[in-house]
């Protein structure tokens, strides 16, 4: 079992920075890569941004050049480091973890880009 807990989100104006945490406990060593996705209203369900164990990062190309996932393995956290918001980037943002047995969510953290 995976725990993720979400912290960071909120309201924020166009142009603006968020960063968002996810801290992770429970078998971390089973976890292959932690992501980050969104669902926006009415939207399907997006995955924004993914970190291996290896270090290895890829992004949406929507948040490409704007968007960074992190991590700190000291304090178990993974972070999402969001700059220049847009509007079309509100949504709840969920972090993720993939296992070779399961995939753990996160219950999410609102962001709100307003223009």
């Known amino acids: 079992q995976v725990q993720l807990v979400e912290s960071g989100g909120g309201l924020v104006q166009a142009g603006g920075s968020l960063r968002l945490s996810c801290a992770v406990s429970?078998?971390?060593?089973?976890?292959?890569?932690m992501g980050w996705s969104r669902q926006a209203p009415g939207k399907q369900d997006e995955l924004v941004a993914t970190?291996?164990?290896?270090?290895?990062?890829n992004y949406a190309d929507s948040v490409k050049g704007r968007f960074t996932i992190s991590r700190d393995n000291a304090k178990n956290t993974v972070y999402l480091q969001m700059n220049s918001l847009k509007p079309e980037d509100t949504a709840v943002y969920s972090c993720?973890?993939?296992?070779?047995?399961?995939?753990?969510w996160g219950q999410g953290t609102q962001v709100t880009v307003s223009s």
């Open positions: 970190i291996t164990s290896g270090g290895s990062t």
């Open positions: 993720i973890a993939l296992t070779p047995g399961s995939n753990y």
């Open positions: 429970g078998s971390i060593f089973s976890i292959k890569a």
